[in-house]
T-cell receptor, first 110, second 114 residues
Framework: QKEVEQNSGPLSVPEGAIASLNCTYSDRGSQSFFWYRQYSGKSPELIMSIYSNGDKEDGRFTAQLNKASQYVSLLIRDSQPSDSATYLCAPSGSARQLTFGSGTQLTVLP | KAGVTQTPRYLIKTRGQQVTLSCSPISGHRSVSWYQQTPGQGLQFLFEYFSETQRNKGNFPGRFSGRQFSNSRSEMNVSTLELGDSALYLC?????????????FGPGTRLLVL
């Protein structure tokens, strides 16, 4: 079992729709969870971070965390073509390092 | 505030050579982590430095090494390059490297080994 698993892509949604990205992790010692967005040929940039169970909203983005289920998700509302990128889930374990999932490639169709 | 900078941005080497990559963290950040990104393996953690000390190391061979200077700038070195070392090498900085802290990534160095 991989340490971090993300829903397989690629994922395509029409403009204005909700994109749902999912992630499960195996390290129960993970204390914080990060979602990064990576455009092709670029480096990852932080979208959201979440530390406590429940929802955290920031503009069009909502992160959801359920530590009991070892599950974290990212919802993108009113998806825009500029949201087309690879989204990386990265729990931060007790060793401080980020463990990345393989990423979900999202395409928002105009 | 300036972001994380990495030099060089692109590099072409041949098998057997060695390479040194440089990373300057965001001003005030003392923790620097290095990652390797390849299409097959994704983003993998190499090592993390804080106050000139390696605090954590990923599962990479000893050919991969690093160091950090007193001004928090960091270098990583890969000796005896192999074709499989072709990758995007990313460094990320954070204030103290704590598990709740955000890591900010530099633009990366793209290494091609021929």
């Amino acid at each position: 079992q991989k340490e971090v698993e993300q829903n397989s892509g690629p994922l395509s949604v029409p403009e204005g729709a909700i994109a749902s990205l999912n992630c499960t992790y195996s390290d129960r010692g993970s204390q914080s969870f990060f979602w990064y967005r990576q455009y092709s040929g670029k480096s990852p940039e932080l979208i959201m971070s979440i530390y406590s169970n429940g929802d955290k909203e920031d503009g069009r983005f909502t992160a959801q965390l359920n530590k009991a289920s070892q599950y974290v998700s990212l919802l993108i509302r009113d998806s825009q073509p500029s949201d087309s990128a690879t989204y990386l889930c990265a729990p931060s374990g007790s060793a401080r390092q980020l463990t990345f999932g393989s990423g979900t490639q999202l395409t928002v169709l105009p | 505030k300036a972001g994380v900078t990495q030099t060089p941005r692109y590099l072409i080497k041949t098998r057997g050579q060695q390479v040194t990559l440089s990373c300057s963290p965001i001003s005030g950040h003392r923790s620097v982590s290095w990652y390797q990104q390849t299409p097959g393996q994704g983003l993998q953690f190499l090592f993390e430095y804080f106050s000139e000390t390696q605090r954590n190391k990923g599962n990479f061979p000893g050919r991969f090494s690093g160091r950090q200077f007193s001004n928090s700038r960091s270098e990583m070195n890969v000796s005896t390059l192999e074709l499989g070392d072709s990758a995007l090498y990313l460094c990320a900085s954070s204030l103290g490297g704590g598990p709740l802290e955000t890591q900010y990534f530099g633009p990366g160095t793209r290494l091609l080994v021929l």
